[in-house]
C-alpha cells in the first residue's frame, strides 16, 4: 500500500473513513500543482481558480519558495519567538517595507484567524476598551474570537456563548456604523471587499469617513486584507487603492506562497507589555523563509501589475458573455465575484467537469481567485468553460 499508487477510490475511501471532516468536498484527488495548473491522482489537468482559497496567488510550487523553504528546512526548522532568528528579522523588515506607512511592526501567527485574535486581544488590551464593530456578510475566521466578528449565522450557531462586545452594521453604510458606536468601542474591523460574504466592494467615501471616525472617537481602525492582500486586488495591498492608513491590518493566505503564515501589523497606537500574547509556532523559521520568498517574487515581478492587467483581460472575457443567469460581476483586479440568479453548487461542479475549479461566496456567487502566473489561454479556457456552463 505504501508503495503503490492508490486509485482516486481508494484515497477517498481513507479520508472518508478517517478524516473528521468538517468540508463538504468534491470528487477529486488532487496531487500535484505548478502555477494556475493542478493535477488529480489520474492525471487529470485542471485551471485552479481555488488556487488553496486565495493562497496561491504567486501560484503552486513557485521557484522562489520551493529554493527557499529546502533551503531554510535543511537550516533550521524551528526557533521560538524568545530568540531572535535572522530570517524572521528578515521578513519582518520586508513586510513593513510593503504595508501602509501608519504600520511599524508585525506579529507573526500560523493563520487568518489567529491574526484576527491578536488584533483583537491586542486592542482590547492597549485601549482598555471592549467593544468592536464588524460588517454583516464579513468573514474574520473560526476561532472564538474571530468568529465572534463573523456575522454568518451558519457559522456562528451551535458554538455560543460567543465572546461578548461585538456588534455589526450594514457594508458601505456609514450612518449605522457611525450610530453603533459608544465610549467603549476598541475597535471597527472591516474587509476593504467582502470575499467569502460576495466580493462586495467597499466604497471609497465610507472607507475614508470610518477613518475619520476612528480619528474622531479613538477607535482602532482594524483592516482584514487576509483575502485582499499581496497583490490579489491589483495592487499591493487592496488599501492601497484607497491611500487608507489603518491602525492595525491583519494578513495571511497569498502571504507565504502556499505555506501557512499570518500577521497582524500594528501602529505605534498598540503598545502592550510584553509576556501579555505568544505562539510557539507563529513565526518559525520555515515559515518566515516562505513568506519572505513569497514577497519577494511579487517584488521581482511587479506582480500586483500582472494581476491588475490580467483581471482587465479576465473581466472583458465576461463581459461578452450573454446570459440571463448572471445578476452582476463584480471584481477589483484579480478578484471575481459572478453573481447568479440561482445557486451556484451545481455550476461548480460542472466548471470542474470541464477542467475548471472555483469556489462560492455565499450561496448565489461563483468566486473565482486565479494564480497571478495563470497563462492568457488558460484565462480563455476559463471564461469559454463559464460560458457553456450559463448559456
Ligand atoms: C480566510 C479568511 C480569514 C481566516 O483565515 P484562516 O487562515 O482560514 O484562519 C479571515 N478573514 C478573511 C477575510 C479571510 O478571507
Redesign the pocket.
Known amino acids: 500500500m505504501e508503495t503503490e499508487q492508490l486509485s482516486m477510490v481508494s484515497y477517498k475511501e481513507l479520508q472518508d473513513q478517517y478524516e473528521f471532516d468538517v468540508f463538504p468536498k468534491r470528487d477529486i484527488v488532487i496531487t500535484k500543482g505548478k502555477d494556475a495548473l493542478v493535477w488529480d491522482v489520474e492525471g487529470n489537468e485542471y485551471v485552479d481558480c481555488v488556487a488553496g482559497?486565495?493562497v496561491a496567488t504567486i501560484g503552486h510550487a513557485n521557484d522562489y519558495v520551493v529554493k527557499a523553504v529546502s533551503e531554510q528546512a535543511a537550516k533550521l526548522i524551528t526557533c521560538p519567538g524568545i530568540f531572535y532568528n535572522d530570517t524572521k528579522a528578515e521578513l519582518l523588515e520586508k513586510l513593513i517595507e510593503i504595508t501602509p506607512e501608519s504600520l511599524t511592526r508585525a506579529f507573526l501567527t500560523n493563520?487568518?484567524?489567529?491574526a484576527?485574535e491578536a488584533a483583537i486581544k491586542l486592542t482590547r488590551l492597549a485601549t482598555g476598551k471592549t467593544k468592536f464593530i464588524s460588517t454583516m456578510k464579513g468573514?474574520?475566521?473560526?476561532t472564538m474570537g474571530?468568529l465572534s466578528a463573523t456575522h454568518k449565522a451558519d457559522y456562528r450557531e451551535g458554538f455560543g456563548p460567543l465572546v461578548p462586545g461585538f456588534s455589526f452594521v450594514p457594508y458601505n453604510n456609514f450612518e449605522k456604523m457611525a450610530a453603533a458606536v459608544d465610549e467603549d468601542t476598541a475597535g471597527i474591523i472591516l474587509?476593504p471587499i467582502q470575499?467569502?460574504g460576495g466580493i462586495n466592494i467597499a466604497d471609497e467615501e465610507y472607507l475614508r469617513a470610518v477613518r475619520k471616525l476612528c480619528d474622531e472617537k479613538n477607535i482602532i481602525l482594524i483592516i482584514?486584507e487576509?483575502?485582499t492582500g499581496f497583490c490579489r486586488t491589483g495592487k499591493m495591498f487592496a488599501i492601497d487603492h484607497y491611500g487608507l492608513q489603518p491602525d492595525v491590518m491583519t494578513l495571511?493566505?497569498a502571504i507565504g506562497g502556499g505555506f501557512p503564515v499570518?500577521a497582524a501589523v500594528f501602529s505605534d497606537k498598540i503598545e502592550v507589555a510584553k509576556g501579555k500574547h505568544g505562539t510557539t509556532y507563529g513565526g518559525n523559521p520555515l515559515a518566515c523563509a516562505a513568506a519572505k520568498a513569497s514577497i519577494q517574487f511579487m517584488l521581482d515581478n511587479k506582480l500586483w501589475v500582472e494581476a491588475e492587467e490580467k483581471g482587465t483581460y479576465f473581466r472583458n472575457k465576461l463581459d461578452t458573455i450573454q446570459s440571463d443567469k448572471i445578476r452582476s460581476i463584480r471584481n477589483m483586479g484579480f478578484m471575481f465575484g459572478i453573481e447568479l440568479r440561482e445557486k451556484v453548487q451545481p455550476y461548480l461542479l460542472e466548471l470542474m467537469s470541464k477542467g475548471v475549479l472555483a469556489l462560492p461566496a455565499g450561496k448565489t456567487v461563483i468566486r473565482m481567485l486565479p494564480p497571478v502566473p495563470i497563462t492568457y489561454e488558460q484565462i480563455d479556457k476559463t471564461t469559454d468553460a463559464l460560458k457553456d456552463i450559463l448559456k
Not at 111 to 114: D, F, L, P, Q, V
Not at 139 to 142: A, E, N, S
Open positions: 482559497i486565495g493563520s487568518g484567524t489567529e484576527m468573514f474574520h475566521g473560526r474571530a474587509e470575499g467569502e482584514d487576509i483575502q495571511a493566505k499570518g
